[in-house]
C-alpha cells in the first residue's frame, strides 16, 4: 500500500459525459500527480500541483481540468468524454523539499468510456 | 526533451534465474535521477529502485540491481533469482533535476518467470 488513495476504482460511462476523480496523496506529501496510462500512448504526465498551486502541466487535454483543495486531496475533471479517453489514471504523489524524491502512484482509477 | 527506451517489449526466464532489463535515455542534463517501477497484473505502479546521476555507486535493493553507465546513458536493472512474484511489467523513467518534478516513462518490458 503506497498511501495515496484513488476513487473510484473503476467507472463506466457514455461519450459525451462528464467525470471527476479523486486522489488522496501521503501523508505529509504536498505533490500530487496526474498520469495516464493507455495503450496507445503508453504512461503520460498529464499534471502537478504543489500545496494547491499548479507546477507543471504536461500532455492534457483542454477538456481535462484538475485542482488541488487545502486539505491536499486533488481532483482531476474530464468532460466531453470521448472514445480514446479511456485509460488508467493514476494518482501519485511525492515528499517536499529536495528534488528527485520518489514518486508514489496510487492504484488507479480505471474509465472506460463507452 | 528527455526520451526513454526499453528495447525489450518481452522477456520470459525460469524462475531461480538471473535476467537483466535494458533502459536507454537521452538528456543534455548532468544531474537526474532514474527509476525503475514494477506494474504487476493488479496495475499498481511500484517503486522498484532509484538512481542518481550524481552518484557513480549502482544502487542496490535485495535482489534489484542497476548497472547505470552515466557516459553511455543506459539504467539497466538486474534481477536476480527470480521469482514468480516477480512476473509484470517493468517501467523505466526519467525525472529531472530542475524544473518540473515529471517522470518520463519508456514504453515498458513485459516480464514473464515460468516456474
Known amino acids: 500500500d503506497s498511501g495515496v488513495t484513488q476513487t473510484p476504482k473503476h467507472l463506466i460511462t457514455a461519450t459525451g459525459q462528464r467525470v471527476t476523480l479523486r486522489c488522496s496523496p501521503r501523508s505529509g506529501d504536498l505533490s500530487v500527480y496526474w498520469y495516464q496510462q493507455s495503450l496507445d500512448q503508453g504512461l503520460q504526465f498529464l499534471i502537478q500541483y504543489y500545496n494547491g498551486e499548479e507546477r507543471a502541466k504536461g500532455n492534457i487535454l483542454e477538456r481535462f481540468s484538475a485542482q488541488q483543495f487545502p486539505d491536499l486531496h486533488s481532483e482531476l475533471n474530464l468532460s466531453s468524454l470521448e472514445l480514446g479517453d479511456s485509460a488508467l489514471y493514476f494518482c501519485?504523489?511525492?515528499?517536499?523539499?529536495?528534488?528527485?524524491?520518489?514518486?508514489?502512484f496510487g492504484e488507479g482509477s480505471w474509465l472506460t468510456v463507452v | 526533451a528527455q526520451t526513454v527506451t526499453q528495447s525489450q517489449p518481452e522477456m520470459s526466464v525460469q524462475e531461480a534465474e538471473t535476467v537483466t532489463l535494458s533502459c536507454t535515455y537521452d538528456t543534455s542534463e548532468s544531474n537526474y535521477y532514474l527509476f525503475w517501477y514494477k506494474q504487476p497484473p493488479s496495475r499498481q505502479m511500484i517503486l522498484v529502485i532509484r538512481?542518481?546521476?550524481?552518484?557513480?555507486q549502482n544502487a542496490t535493493e535485495n535482489r534489484f540491481s542497476v548497472n547505470f553507465q552515466k557516459a553511455a546513458k543506459s539504467f539497466s536493472l538486474k534481477i536476480s533469482d527470480s521469482q514468480l512474484g516477480d512476473t509484470a511489467m517493468y517501467f523505466c523513467?526519467?525525472?529531472?533535476?530542475?524544473?518540473?518534478?515529471?517522470?518520463?516513462f519508456g514504453q515498458g518490458t513485459r516480464l514473464t518467470i515460468n516456474p
Open positions: 538512481q542518481e546521476a550524481y552518484k557513480q
Open positions: 501519485a504523489s511525492s515528499a517536499p523539499g529536495a528534488p528527485g524524491n520518489t514518486i508514489y
Open positions: 523513467a526519467f525525472m529531472s533535476h530542475q524544473g518540473a518534478q515529471k517522470l518520463v
